[in-house]
Nanobody, 126 residues
Framework: QLQLVESGGGLVQPGGSLRLSCAAS???????IGWFRQAPGREREGVSR????????YYADSVKGRFTISRDNAKNTVYLQMNSLKPEDTAVYYC????????????????????WGQGTQVTVSS
């Protein structure tokens, strides 16, 4: 059964860190796992993605240098380590799975990803 379950969200102060986990069961290694986020009143934004087989990573400019995506295939889990968090990082974070490299040249297009988790809330506030 193909399933994605996020965990690890919470409240953190600006400058702090959180690590999100995505339990991704049933997906072949040629799949990509992506992280997206959506803040109230804003469109969903692609954050990062990783290919399960190679570990190749891609990041949105807004998080480059602060967020790191990784995977542990033995545990069927993808992680998003978020450092130097800012209030504008506040959003519901979703993981998603797909097997396409990109759509219209955008590897973080939501159209790449067919399967989605339920999301976990991240709030960055003092």
């Amino acid at each position: 059964q193909l399933q994605l379950v996020e965990s690890g969200g919470g409240l953190v102060q600006p400058g702090g860190s959180l690590r999100l986990s995505c339990a991704a069961s049933g997906f072949p290694l040629n799949y990509y796992i992506g992280w997206f986020r959506q803040a109230p009143g804003r469109e969903r934004e692609g954050v990062s993605r990783i290919r399960l087989s190679s570990g190749f990573q891609y990041y949105a400019d807004s998080v480059k240098g602060r967020f790191t995506i990784s995977r542990d295939n033995a545990k069927n889990t993808v992680y998003l380590q978020m450092n130097s968090l800012k209030p504008e990082d506040t959003a519901v974070y979703y993981c998603a799975a797909g097997n396409s490299a990109a759509v219209a040249g955008d590897p973080l297009s939501s159209r790449v990803f067919r399967y989605w988790g339920q999301g976990t809330q991240v709030t960055v506030s003092s």
